[in-house]
C-alpha cells in the first residue's frame, strides 16, 4: 500500500555551473524537480512507499522526468500527454551569493500539467493511502489544474484520506490576491496546513507572531494541525491547541532549492510513521537541513543520516 | 551600410553530449541557432555587414541569444517584449549516427517572435540593405509571423533590395498543403528562391530532375534567380535560363545542423560581392563544407578558409 | 505479471574519456553494466515487463546500481548484503579504436554476488514468469553462483517458465574447459540457447558453420531453440529442424559494450510478444544495431525506433 | 556617441579548477580579461554607449578577445597587428583561499599592445566621447604604450573630454620608483584620478588617512576629483574641497578579480549619467559587490541589480 | 640519499562533484591518495628525497597510481604482483558539509599490498635514509602487512635509520582493541610518535590533557619524540621532558582529506633539516594549512609558500 | 645507464573542445609537447632509459611541464631560468576534419630554450648514452639554440654517443633556405637521419622516389643510416647500401599529433635494442600507429601493445 501520494509539476531544471549568469551561459546541469515530487521523494527516503500524480507529454523529454523520479524510488503514476504539442515546463535556475541572490526564471506555461484533469489521474492510489499532499503551486498553474486539485482534495477526505497542503506561493505564477481566493477554495479540504510565515503575511494578511497566525488559521478555517515555517527562525506545529517547535539545524548550504519541501517530506514521512508532532518537526528540519547541503532538487539521503542530525551526532569524516 | 538583412526566430539549442540520450540527459550544452540568424553570421563571417532582426523576451534568456550573435559580429536589431509571460524557443538536438539518425524536438510554440509585427522592427535597415532573407520556417510560427514575414519581403522589394527565400520546410511546424499555400503568399515578393529538392517534392509537389524543377519555378512565380540543392548531390542555381552547378566539398562531418544556412550565408556573401552564379554557388558549397567540421548551428568560418576550399587546397595539419 | 527475469552481476562501469588510457585516467564516467540487466532494459525498453534478480551490498555504491537500473522502468529485485565488507564488482573500460582496440579491466573478485543463494532470492517471480534469463558469466562468478545458477534454472523450468542462457563466454573468469564444464552442467536446464559463434568453437570445441553448429547443439543437449550469433556476419536460429536468418543493420558505432545484450533483450521481447523466429532475430538485430549509436551498457531505445529501423526507415535529421 | 572609451591591454585568462594547481592543470577556463575592457564592460552594462581602443594580432586569438568582449556590447576599435609573431597577452590564475591566496602569473611581454601607436588608433573616439579611461596598466607595458597613453590623455583633455586614471600599481610589471615617475608623466592630463590607498603608499609614498591622500592628491596635480578606495574599508571621493565616503556592499565572493575594475565601471557610468560623487560611489560599490559574485574578470549585472544593491534590497530566492 | 622513506598503501581515489552523492555518481575525478605517499609528497615539495614503498598490481591501474606519485617528484619503489587477480585499493570519497559531514568507502580488501613481505621491497633504501615513515593504516590491512611493517621498522632502527610513525587509527580497518594491540607491537620499534589525540583517546584509552597524554606515551613507551595533534587545537611535541606547541594556521578549507599526513610532512621535512622541535611543527602546520586549500589527498606546495605562511604574511591576490 | 637523451623544446598544449573554434574557445584541454620529449616517452614505454635535456623557466608552468613528463617515467634534465620574464611556450591546438585540417597556432618566441647554452645542461649524460636525439626544430628556435644543437651532437659524436636527427621542418619556424642552411650546419654531426620525404623535397630541393632521395643523402652526407618517412606510404631505411621497407598499421586516428615523434620513438627504442633496421622501423610503425588512437602529444603505449601490432594480432574487445 502506498503511504503518500503527491499531485503536482516536475520541470526540468537547467541551471548553469555557478559563478555563471545566464545571460551567457555556455552549458546547462539538468535536474528533474517540482515541489510534490520534492516531497514524495524526501518521504520515500525516509521509507515511505510514495507515489507522485502528474501529466507529461508522452516524449522523450516527459520520459526525462519520470525515469529520474523512478531512480528516486517512487511511483510515477502519469498521465500521458499525447498532443504533439504537449510541453515539459523548464525552469532555469541561477545560483548567486548576496548580494545578486538565487534567481528562477520559469518557463511553464502551457505545460501538460496545466491540462490535467481527476478523471485521467488514477485517484483510487489516493483512497488507499494514508496523506495526500499536493501545494499551493498546483492551483496557480490553470484553471483546470486549480479545479483538479479541488477535487482531490476532496476525493481524499471523502476516503478518510489525510490531507496536507503547503502554501508555496509564487510571486511569478499569482497575485497575493488570487493566492488568497485560491487557498481559500481548497482550505475546507485540507487538514494539514503547512504555512510559510511570509506567505501568510503576503498573501493572507495576517499579523502577529507565529503562533498568533497558527492559532487564527486553525480556528478560521478547521485544519487539523497547522505547521508554520519561519525560515532560519525554525518551525512550530498546533495541534488542539498544543504547540510544538524546532529550530534548525545549521548547514553549510550548497543547495537551497528544495528545503522546504524536504521539511515537509521529512514531516510527513514521521507523521505517517505515527510519531508525535514534535518529533514530525525534529525530522523535517533535519531532512531540510541535510539537503541543503546536496545539489539538486530532492534530498537524497537515507533515514540513518536523518535520525543522526535528529540526535545531533558530528560531522567529522567518516573513515 | 548594411549588406544583408535577416528576419527570424533564433532559438535556444540545448544538446546533451554525444552519445547521450535526451531520455537521461545530465547536461546540456546550449547555444543560439536559427536559420536567419546562421545566414546572418555565415555572410558576416566572409566580409559583409549583416542585420537580423527578430523579437525576443527583454530577460536574461532573451539576452543570452543576442550576446551570442553580437559575439558573432552581426547586428541584432531586436524588439524586446516587456510581457513577463514572453518566451524564448528553445530546441534540444539529441546526435546519432546511423541508423538512430539525430533528432531535433522543438519547445517553440508562443515565442515572443510569434507576436512580431512589422511596426516594431527596424524596417528602415532592409530599405538599405542589398539583399532580405528569410526562410520557410518564419512564416509557419503563427499568423502573425507569416503576415510580417509578407510585409517585410514587400517592403524590401518596393525599396529596391533583393529579396531572398529558403523554403526550409519544416515538418514540426506545417503540414505539406499548409506550406505550400503559405509559400504561395510570399513569392510574389522573391527574387531569389533557395529550394532544397526534398522540399519541393514534398511541398510543391514537382518531379523532375533539379533543372526541370527550377525551370518550373523561374517560370511559373517569375523568380530573378532559383538555387535548387540537392544534398550530398551539390546545387545549381538558374538565371536567365542559364544553370550553373557546383557539387559539394566533401568533409568529415562533425556537426551537420546548419549545413544549409551555411550554404546560404555563403552564396548570398558572394552575390553581394558581385560574384558570378557559379562563384556563388562555390562559395556556398565550401562554406557548407567547413560547417559541418564545426560544432553549433553557426558557421564560424573566415573568408581565407573559404577561398582555400574553394580553391581546393588541402588539410593537412598546418604548423 | 513480470515477462521476462534475469539474473547475473551488475557492475559499476568506470570509464575514462575518449582517447584517455587508464594509466593517466583523470576522471571517470559511471554507469551500471552488466549482462542480465542490460538484456532486461533492452526488453523492457520494447515493452516487457521485466525483473533483474541480484545480490548488492547495502551501501550507497550497492544504491547506485539499483537506482540507475530503476530509472531504467526494470524492477530491481536485490537480496541485500549486509556485511561490511561487501563489495560491488567495479569494471573499467578504456575505449580505443584499431589498432589498440577497447580494454576491459574487472575488479569484481568477491563482489556480493558471488555469495548469492537461491534461497535469498524472490523465486516467486521466476515461476510467475515467461522468460528466465541469465549467462555464462554468472556461474563463473563463484562455486555459490554457479549452483544458484543451476538452481534457478532447474526452479523456472520445473514451473513451466521457459528458460534462455547465452553462452557470454569471458576469457578474464575462467578457462575454456572451465567454461565447458560449467556448460553442461547447465545445459539440461535451458530451453533457448544464445551461442556467439566463437564462444562456441573456443569452449565447445565445435567446428562447421553456423547451421551445423546449430544442428550439433541442439541435438547433443536438446535444446528447444538454438540462436548463433556471428558478430558482423549476423545471426540464425534453429527451431524444430528450421533456420532463421538475419544479417546485422549497419551502425555508426559509438560504444559497442552491451550490443550482444541487446540484441538478446530484443529477441526475447518479441519471443515474448509471440513472433516468429525470424522476427525475433530481426527486433534482436535492431535493438543491438540502435545501442551501438548509444553510450554506456543499456539500449536506451523505444520500440518505435526499434521498428523504424526493422522497416528499414532512413535515419535523416528529424525535424 | 560614445559615452565612454577606455584604452588598454585585453589578455586572455586561463585559468583551472578552483582547488587546482598551476603545476598540475588539465584544463584551463577561458576568458578575456582586462582592467580597461573590464570598465567598459561595466559602464555598458550600467546603459553607457562604451568603445575599447586597443591593439591585437590579426589571429583566431585576437578574435577570440574582441568576440568575447562584443558579446558584452562594447565596441572593440582594435588596430589588427598583421605581423606573424604579433602576440596576444595571457594570464594564468590560480583560485586559492586563505593562506594560499589568489596568484596571478602574466605572459603578457611583447604583446601587440607594447607597440600601439596613436596613429594607428582611431582617436575620434576620443574627442568626441564623454570621458576617456585608462590605468597605470597601460604606461608599464612598454615605452611606447606609455607614450601613446599620454598622448591619448592629451588628446582627450584638448578636446574636452574628461579623462580619468586609475594608479593600478602592478608589481609584475614595474617598481614603484619607476611606477611614480610614469605617473607623474601623465597626471598633468588626468582629471579624475582612482587612486587605491595601497598603490599611493607604495609608490608615492604618501602616509596620512584616505582624507589626507585625497587633498594631497588633489592640491600637489590639480586633479578635478581623486576617488581614494581602501579595499574592504570603502571608498572615498574629494571634489572642489568636498568629500562623500561610501562603505562597501558586503558580498559572497566568488571570484574578486575585476572588483575594482567594477568599481570604475559603475563610477564612470553614474558620473556620465550626471549624478552627484556620493551616487556615483555608491554605484560603483554597488557594481564592484555584484561582481565578486560573478565568475571571470567582468561585472556581468544589469543597472536594475545595481539598483536594488544601492536601494539595500534582499537577496533572497526570487520566484 | 634519499632523506625519507614512507611504506604503505596507495589507492585510487574516487570522488564525484560537490554536492552529488554516491548514490547518483555519474562521473568520479579520479587520483592517487594514501596516507604514506602523502607524506612522501608533502616532504619532497619541501626539498627532501623521498621514496615511497608499496606493492601494486603490474596493470594499467597499478601503474596509474606510481605515474601520478612519480610526477609529484617522488621515487615509487614497487614491487609488482603479476598475479591476474592481484588488484588496487580503491576509495570512495563524498564531499559533505555539516551537518552531512564528508563520507569515505573503502574497497581495500585484498589489495596487493595486503601480501607484501620485507623480502620483496627494496629495504636497502631504508638503512640508508634520514627517516623511515609508516602509519597505522599499514598493520591494519592484512597480517602480512603487519608483519612486514614490523620487520621494515625494526631494520629501519637496526640500520640507524629514525623511525616515525603516526597512529592514523581507521575504524572501518580494525576495532580499537585490535589497534592498540597493532600499536603495541610496533611501538618498541618507533622513535618519533605522531598521536592524533582523539585516536590516543579511542584506542588507548589515555584521559589528560595533550601535555599528560604525551608524558605517559613517553614514558611507557620510550618514544624519543611525541607530537600530540588536536585538530583546530593544534599540536604540541614533547621531546627530553621539553614542550613545544603550536596552534593552525587558518584556511579556507577546500578539501580536508590529508590534513595530517601534509602536517607530517611538513615536520619532517623540517626534522631532516635540522630544525628544532618549534620550527618542525611549526612547518608542519603551515603546510597543513595550505593543503587545505588544495583539491586532492597531496600538499602541492613549495617551500617558499609554507615559509611565507609560517612567517604569516598576507594572502592577497599576488600580481 | 640512459640509453637515450634528447634536447629540445617542449611546450604547453592548449586544445578546445573537438568541433569548437580557437576565436570561441571556452575551455583549453593542457598538456606538455614537444618533438624530443615526445620520442623521449615513446622510447621509455618501450623499455629504454630516458632523459630529455632542455631549458624551463623556475616556475609553476616549467614545473607544469616536467612533472607531468616525469609521470612518463622519463627523467626531465632541466636548466631552470630564474629571470622572472622567462617564459614557456605555448602552442594551441585546433581539431579540425577535412576540408578544415588541424591548425596549430604557435606562442614560442622568447622561450626558456632560446637562450639554453651547452655549459648549462648536464652534458655527461650525452656522453653515457647510447643514442642523442634532436630534431629541426631545436635550431629553428633562435641563434643561441642552433649554437647549442651544434655543440651537443658534435659532443655526442665526440664521445661515441650515436647522434640521431629528424627534419621535423616547421612552416612558421623558419623558411626552407633558412632550414636548408641550418640543416648543412648540422649534418656533419649526424649518424642517423631521419627525413620525412616532404621536408626533403621543401628545403632540400631533391626529386625522385624515397630510395633515391635516401642514396642520394646518405652519400652527400654520409649518414651511417637514413629513415625517409612518407606519411600514408610507409617508410624505409638505408645503411650500407641495403634498404629495408615497412607500411603503415592501419589506425583509426584519434589524434595525429606527435605520430612522427612515437614513430622515431619506436625505431630508436629497438635500435638501442639491437634490432636489425626492418625490425626497428616495424616498431616505429606500431608506435606510430597506436599514438594516433591516444589523445595528447605522446605515445602512452606497452611494450605488449607494439609487439601485438607489430604481429598483426586483432583488436576486438579484450574481456
Known sequence: ?????????????????????????????????????????AASNLGCETTWLSKLPDSSLGRRVTSELESYGIDAAVAWDERPESRVGTY????GGSPRGTNVVYDRADAAITTATAEELPTDAIADAEVFYTSGITPALSETAAETTKTLLHHAQANGTETAFDLNYRTKLWSPAEAAAGYRELFPYVDVLV???????????????????????ASTYDFDTVVVTRGDSGSLALHDGEVAEQGVFEADTFDAIGTGDAFVGGFLAQRVAGADLKDCLAY?????????????DVALVTREEVERVVTDEGDAISR
Open 1 to 41: 500500500m502506498t503511504d503518500i501520494v503527491t499531485f503536482g509539476e516536475t520541470m526540468l531544471r537547467l541551471s548553469p555551473p555557478r559563478g555563471d549568469r545566464l545571460e551567457r551561459a555556455r552549458e546547462f546541469d539538468v535536474q528533474a524537480g517540482g515541489a510534490e515530487s520534492n516531497v514524495a521523494v
Open 92 to 95: 532555469y535556475l541561477e545560483y
Open 195 to 217: 504555512a510559510p510565515i511570509s506567505d501568510v503575511r503576503t498573501c493572507l494578511d495576517l499579523d502577529g507572531d507565529a503562533v498568533e497566525v497558527a492559532n487564527h488559521l
Open 284 to 296: 523535517g528540519a533535519a531532512t531540510a537541513s541535510l539537503k541543503r547541503t546536496i545539489g539538486g
